[in-house]
């Protein structure tokens, strides 16, 4: 069929000699179609484009940059032998899988980003206005965000403001809170020291504030004219330090 231009073009093309020994018969056919939108349009009746095959293979719709024997892919979307859980593959040149960096769990639905072995990227979310990324538990008790680390010095959140050379907060799996300037190694942390304590390595800043309410079970430490004051569970008030 001649194209725009007035060339001939092999539109369908069925292969029945094997690409390898130039021999008739193959195990293996080649469909192929050139310069073509292939369509499958569908109705009420439900119907479908389908990839078929037993759960001991996978099931690939392919991504790749050559025809014929040579194989080239780049991107795979594939249900994998087994239980046919759901991956995005990507290839380098060559033929080599690097990971999966998208997969979804067919049994329990679970999502998973980064490769099963950790090896892609991640995850970023790019928001222009409104929340970037909302968790909601949908039961009483119900958690949103998870992090387990290898050990106490992983991070489980951490933030900068753009241009900054290092992080100006993070939170560590331990519970420790750090904070910088973004310009240097963070100075200023707040930490569990013991059973029912928490520590800090530097000093405590408290902004001068009218007199607090008293606490029944316990007692508030405030300053109030630039003099350090205690107020009890009786409501007494007594200076620490003047001003």
């Known amino acids: 069929v001649p194209d725009a231009t007035g060339s001939l073009r092999t539109r369908l093309e069925i292969k029945f000699i094997d690409p390898l020994t130039g021999k008739i018969g193959t195990d293996k056919t080649a469909i192929r179609t050139n310069m073509a939108d292939f369509e499958v349009q569908v109705s009420e009746r439900g119907e479908q484009a389908r990839l078929v095959g037993s759960d001991n293979h996978n099931r690939d719709l392919v991504w790749a940059t050559r025809v014929g024997n040579a194989r080239e892919p780049r991107w795979a979307l594939r249900a994998a032998a087994g239980q046919a859980n759901f991956e995005l593959c990507r290839y380098q040149a060559g033929n080599v899988y690097l990971d999966s960096p998208f997969g979804v769990d067919r049994g329990t639905g679970l999502v998973t980003v980064g490769g099963g072995r950790g090896t892609a990227a991640g995850l970023k979310v790019v928001r222009n206005g409104g929340v970037a990324v909302t968790v909601t538990p949908l039961e009483p008790g119900g958690q949103g965000v998870q992090v387990t680390g290898t050990d106490t010095t992983a991070r489980a959140y951490q933030c900068d403001v753009a241009g900054d050379a290092l992080r100006r907060f993070v939170t560590l799996v331990d519970g ?39 606490a029944a079970t316990g007692g508030v430490l405030f300053v109030a004219d630039g003099a350090l004051k205690y107020r009890g569970s009786a409501g007494t008030v007594t200076t620490l330090a003047a001003a």
């Open 176 to 214: 420790t809170l750090q904070w910088g300037t973004g310009a240097a190694d963070r100075d200023t942390q707040l930490y569990r020291r013991a059973p029912n304590q928490v520590g800090t390595d530097g000093g405590i800043f408290l902004r001068s504030s009218s007199t607090p309410e008293t």
